[in-house]
């Protein structure tokens, strides 16, 4: 039977035009050739990203009807794609970056159910789905489960299903091609060495995992400290920043300084550590070669001009707990330790206390602890010294008993979790 389907198809690229002849082999373009039966009992819908998680995983809006809140978490059917949402793996990134281009650009993007009904995955959260998508009105649809089998970017995990058989002929062609996942060549985003290729997330989830170990991973680059900076990165799966503390210490000189600034998109490779006086893990022991930008121990550039997130938070939701679903089970966390490091931004706070360091031989002379208040709820916003428009620096007069919205990066001091300001610009008295 399966002899006689792969002559159906072929005599269907044929008819379709959908064979090409690639250094002496037929290369058939699979992804093209089945289109969406309307006909079928399989339960189609016409959809738009929310968000991109990674190869295979997508947030789509559909109707409240269909799914509560109109979120549906889809896993595309039948395949699975290198991982790039925790550990990364080689083409992981790639195949991330296919399906984001693939369907940001598509006119009409459909999702079809294998059965009569809508099947969730065996976690439970996600929804299996075939995706479709076309550029135009006038175009056929494109399977993108398949293309990407097609394009060497994904795996075949199940072929007991509506498009298995066509799956198992994309993936062996290419097999036969040798495209990405079975390529003699390696990926040029990934670091095939020592250094175990993760996100902010992953470290953030599970630190103790990657203590010791030489880590890489891009992120935006959203504050400075003393020979430190921090930064955070987005993930789709759970629609939050997540971020880091790097320590790259004061050996760390020359042009890889320049790299470092606010605002830059940068991969960063260095080694994870715990620092016990701070009571953070932190990233260490960054390079920087001038004469190879490109080695895969090294800082690089990846983008300029973004900015932190700053993400609105309610002192109710900062003092809360949260549970983040992973492959391995349910992990909880007090928030502000889940949010380590990230930009964040807070509203409507009453100062009812505050403190000033008048040591002027400390080197935080002039910072303010303004413990704050909202709803009966307390949170710690700690500034480094401010300056006004004269250059006169501001006491905690400036805002005791003052309402204020507030900007900053939550740190933890002493065990206790805060919201650290860095500027004037960082904190405004509200009306």
């Known amino acids: 039977m399966k002899t006689n389907f792969a002559a159906l198809i072929i005599a269907l690229l044929l008819c379709l035009g959908c064979i090409a002849l690639a250094e002496g082999m037929l290369v058939a373009d699979y992804a093209a050739v089945m289109q969406p ?9 016409e959809v738009t990203v929310i968000a991109f998680v990674d190869g295979d995983t997508t947030h789509f809006s559909v109707p409240e009807t269909m799914v ?12 699975n794609t290198p991982e790039s949402t925790g550990r990364v793996d080689a083409w992981g990134k790639a195949a991330s970056r296919f399906t984001k281009e693939k369907l940001s650009g598509a006119s009409s993007i459909l999702i079809e159910s294998d059965t009569n009904q809508w099947n969730p995955d065996t976690t439970g959260g996600r929804y299996l789905v075939w995706v479709w998508y076309r550029n135009s009105e006038t ?25 298995g058989e066509i799956c198992a002929l994309a993936l062996a062609q290419a097999k036969e091609q040798k495209l990405c996942l079975w390529s003699d060549n390696p990926d040029p985003e990934y670091s095939y060495g020592n250094i175990q290729e993760v996100t902010v997330k992953e470290l953030r989830l ?7 170990q030489k880590v890489a991973f891009d992120a935006v680059i959203i504050g400075s400290g003393s020979n430190s900076v921090y930064v955070e990165s987005f993930d789709a799966e759970t629609d939050r ?3 880091m503390y790097v320590y790259y210490g004061r050996s760390f000189t020359g ?8 605002g830059n998109e940068v991969r960063i490779v260095g080694t994870m550590q715990y620092y016990e006086n701070g009571g953070i893990y932190e990233i260490t022991s960054l390079t920087y070669w001038a004469m190879d930008p490109t080695h895969p121990d090294n800082l690089q550039l990846r983008n300029t001009g973004l900015a932190p997130s700053y993400p609105l938070t309610s ?28 930009s964040i931004a807070m509203e409507h706070l009453t100062v009812i206390s505050a403190y000033q360091n008048e040591n002027k031989s400390s080197s935080s ?40 919205s507030v900007r900053g990066i939550v740190e933890v001091h002493n065990g206790d979790y805060q919201i650290k300001v860095f500027s004037l610009n960082g904190i405004a008295i509200q009306e």
């Open 206 to 212: 599970h630190p103790e995992r990657y203590e010791g």
């Open 255 to 262: 042009p890889g300084l320049s790299i470092l600034v606010p």
């Open 37 to 45: 039966d309307f006909a079928s009992d399989t339960l189609k819908q």
């Open 315 to 342: 002192a109710e939701a900062f003092n809360s707990q949260v549970t983040v679903e992973t492959e391995e089970g349910s992990l909880t966390f007090v928030y502000p330790a889940l949010v380590l490091d990230t």
């Open 139 to 163: 175009e056929p649809y494109r399977n993108l489960n398949i293309e990407l089998l097609q394009q060497g970017l994904a795996r075949i995990n199940n072929t007991n299903n509506r498009y």
């Open 365 to 404: 002379y002039g910072a303010m602890t303004l413990t704050c208040e909202h709803s009966g709820v307390q949170v710690t916003v700690y500034t480094v010294a401010l300056y006004d428009q004269n250059h006169t620096l501001l006491t905690c007069d400036a805002f005791l008993g003052k309402t204020v």
């Open 241 to 243: 920043h997540y971020g």
């Open 68 to 79: 509560e809140n109109g979120v549906l978490r889809a896993r595309y059917l039948g395949i």
